[in-house]
């Protein structure tokens, strides 16, 4: 339920502090959106360069797909799985976001005389995939963060620009009209009010010059 507006000084004075609020609030949004704005094309050329490189990885492995089935001593793709990504945390344009740090794989054991000469390469192949896939994965997450913060600024600058920086002018010129309106009708009123109490001392005058007329014993009586 709206808030009735209150036609007052008190209320012209809140209105004023939330504009002067509103106007300098305002360009500190729009300084962070701008921020943001860069930043997220930053995370985009990284996403794209992950990309690229993750894609470039998948065809390094693509040679070994077809072997992967034979029985090598070793499941490469298992040995393959990450056992850990590792992530920190950054503020970047004031958004808490996570950075990707490596990737750490288990050690596992095989006897090097009973496996494919090709297993080795094939596990440090699909490794490196799934490293540029978990770069790719957090870059995402990052570039996710970054762009949900954006539209939350950019909605309170259009809410500000749009909505409250215009109702606030538009409330205090409303309250100074009607104000100014009081002040015009009470100067009115006064002037009446004067007018009224002057002529009342004119009749007043009037009356008592008659009755000094009517007291004098030199007047002359019909």
Known sequence: ???????????????????????????????????????????????????????????????????????????????????????STANIAGVTVPVFDDVVFAHPTYSLFATPAWVDRALADLREVNRREAELEVLGRQYDRLHRELVKIIQRVNLFEKIKIPSARETIRRIRIHLGDEMTAAVGRAKIAKGKIGESDTAADGRGVLVADDNDPEATHP
């Not at 036609?7 to 809140?14: A, D, G, Q, S, V």
């Not at 002067?20 to 360009?27: E, G, I, Q, S, V």
């Not at 959106?33 to 998948?58: G, H, S, W, Y």
């Not at 034979?70 to 990504?85: I, S």
């Open 1 to 87: 339920m709206a808030r009735k507006l209150k036609l007052t000084r008190p209320e012209l004075k809140r209105q004023r502090d939330a504009l002067a609020r509103f106007t300098r609030y305002l360009p500190m949004l729009k300084l962070k959106q701008q921020q943001l704005q860069l930043t997220i094309r930053q995370v985009a050329a990284k996403l794209r360069a992950a990309r690229e490189a993750a894609e470039e990885a998948r065809r390094g492995f693509d040679a070994y797909r077809a072997v992967l089935a034979d029985p090598a001593g070793l499941n490469v793709q298992d040995a393959a799985e990450p056992a850990e990504v590792k992530t």
